[in-house]
């Protein structure tokens, strides 16, 4: 019997759900583990149970995101501006998030803002070897994001697997891989090379994919329901050797950031959504196939 992939949820499905109605829902719809987002939901008041209620759940934590998941600041999100101070609340998270035992914690690099190019690299790598070295401490990796190039003023100074491999390598640090996006990297140049040549460094695989046409960076639909090629970029990663989490990422207005789309996925029951992305990704699984260029 063909062993089942790995399928987690980033707690992006949900928005207004204690923490242990979403773990209930998750699992309910069929998610063994969960990506934790500090930034989303009504969970400061939970902190002290909240490891309790996971373990009670019996999900897994996946890669989870601190309230500050960047140096540079980011457009949309909160938090300090000056990278001292997001560096020091980066690392904070990190120890907040330590109890949950993660595969790793998430991060990007934040955008280039006012910055030049030198200087914002520059301001990365020192912030990042930082958050790096306090990881080490409580036993944890990072796992570093490259971002689409159309968004990229608001989120980042990386946009293909590449960048995001010579960045960790210049950081120096031995405890950051990738964390891989389906939606950010579906038209990068070289795609199913650098998967072949890095997969063995992606800490989590973010499931999404492209509506045609997309209204806004919020706007994603179901795997194998766009054109991200879902089914061969899992073949690819599959060849590659790739054996981890799969995690649903939704990110689909209701007017959070804006647009209030009729059709969001976020106005889904969660169980039904999770549900829904679970047997929309083990779809495409069937129908994986390793690319040929």
């Known amino acids: 019997m063909a062993i089942e992939p790995k399928y987690s949820i980033l707690e992006y499905a949900t928005l207004d759900l204690s923490f242990a109605d979403e773990l209930a829902a998750f699992r309910d719809g069929g998610a063994k583990g969960v990506g934790i987002t500090e930034f ?27 309230a500050v998941p960047s140096v540079l600041p980011l457009t949309l999100f909160g ?57 080490a401490e409580v036993g944890l990796k990072l796992a570093l994001e ?37 939606w950010h990297s579906l038209d990068q140049p070289n795609l199913f090379a650098e998967i072949e040549r890095y997969a063995s460094r992606f800490l989590i695989v973010h499931l999404g994919d492209w509506r045609r046409p ?18 061969e970029v899992l073949g690819a990663l599959e060849a590659a050797g790739y054996d981890g989490w799969y995690e649903l990422e939704v990110l689909s207005d209701n007017g959070l950031y804006g647009n209030a789309f009729l059709d969001s996925l976020w106005h889904l029951p969660p169980a039904e959504l999770v549900r829904r992305g679970r047997e929309a990704f083990l779809r495409c699984w069937e129908r994986r196939t390793c690319p040929t260029s």
Not at 45 to 63: P, W
Not at 159 to 174: K, R
């Open 214 to 231: 997309t209204r806004s960076w919020c706007d994603r639909v179901l795997p194998g329901e766009g054109i991200a090629k879902v089914p």
């Open 79 to 135: 938090g300090p501006r000056e990278p001292e101070k997001r560096v020091e609340a980066m690392c904070n998270g990190i120890r907040s998030l330590e109890p949950f035992r993660p595969v790793a914690c998430g991060c990007v690099t934040g955008a280039q803002a006012g910055y030049s190019k030198i200087e914002a690299r520059q301001i990365v790598l020192e912030g990042l070897h930082e958050a790096a070295r306090v990881a």
């Open 146 to 182: 490259p971002i689409h190039p159309s968004i990229a003023h608001q989120f980042t100074i990386i946009t293909t697997i590449q960048e995001t491999i010579d960045l960790i390598e210049d950081v120096g640090a031995g405890n950051i891989g990738v964390s891989f996006d389906i």
């Open 40 to 66: 989303t939901g009504p969970k400061a008041r939970e902190r002290a149970t909240m490891v309790e209620t996971l373990d009670n759940s019996g999900l897994e934590a996946t890669v989870c995101w601190p």
